[in-house]
């Protein structure tokens, strides 16, 4: 059977990476990122999933890269931007190379594995906030994936073209159980519905028409 590693976050785009991947026929290898973020959370979320699925899941502490990454409220002490999901509003939010480096480890378990794709969930929402989730970035990193081995990994991301709404229609049509999942940055018990993140997602479910199923502290 064909073998791929899924970066999977716990957030409801890689969980429905996921479960594509799952579809297409991989054994999947779900890596999660531990990289200091403070909705931390999502990390329970993606544990159980996989633990459900009974898949292969490791979660990967890579917090020693704040020493050199800083100033995104994801991973300081600066507040969480509220409101629409836009470039002026959540560019603050970005990580520095975060993906990049992302990829990079996932590529490295990949070809140990011998595996022959990795899947991340860029998608077309993303990529005017978040440089790294640019179908050119993309492309490019596919390229050097594919020669920094003599067995060459593809960077799979299936919505790079498509809206968060596409994701979760996708997703549902799937049949997927979105109360699985965790999106907020702001990791408390209950989202908060305020943040940008919080924002896209209601978005999305209010596009299809759906109730999102998990619970807000404000909705």
């Not at 409220?73 to 509220?82: F, K, R, V």
């Not at 836009?86 to 993906?99: A, D, G, L, Q, Y």
């Amino acid at each position: 059977m064909k073998k791929a590693v899924v970066i999977y976050s716990g957030g409801m785009d890689s969980f429905t990476v996921l479960h594509k991947a799952l579809r297409e026929g991989y054994a999947v290898h779900a890596l999660s990122f531990d990289y200091g973020q403070r909705h931390k959370k999502e990390l329970d979320f993606a544990k159980a999933v996989c633990e459900q699925l009974q898949i292969s899941h490791k979660i990967v502490d890579i917090t020693a890269i704040n020493q050199l990454l800083q100033g995104s409220p994801l991973t300081s002490d600066i507040a969480i931007p509220e409101g629409e999901y836009s470039v002026e509003n959540m560019k603050s939010t970005v990580v520095p190379n975060r993906n990049m480096i992302l990829l990079s480890l996932a590529t490295g378990y990949a070809i140990s594995l011998h595996a022959g794709a990795v899947f991340y969930g860029a998608h077309h929402d993303d990529s005017a906030v978040y440089p790294d989730c640019r179908p050119e970035f993309v492309h490019a990193v596919n390229e050097v994936t594919k020669i920094a081995d003599w067995n060459p990994v593809e960077i799979i991301a299936p919505y790079l073209n498509a809206s968060k709404g596409d994701i979760l229609k996708d997703g549902l049509a799937m049949g997927l159980d979105y109360s699985q999942t965790w999106t907020c940055y702001n990791g408390r018990e209950q989202a908060c519905g305020l943040c940008g993140a919080c924002y896209s997602r209601l978005k999305a479910f209010e596009a299809q028409e759906q109730t999102d199923p998990l619970a807000y502290e404000v909705h």
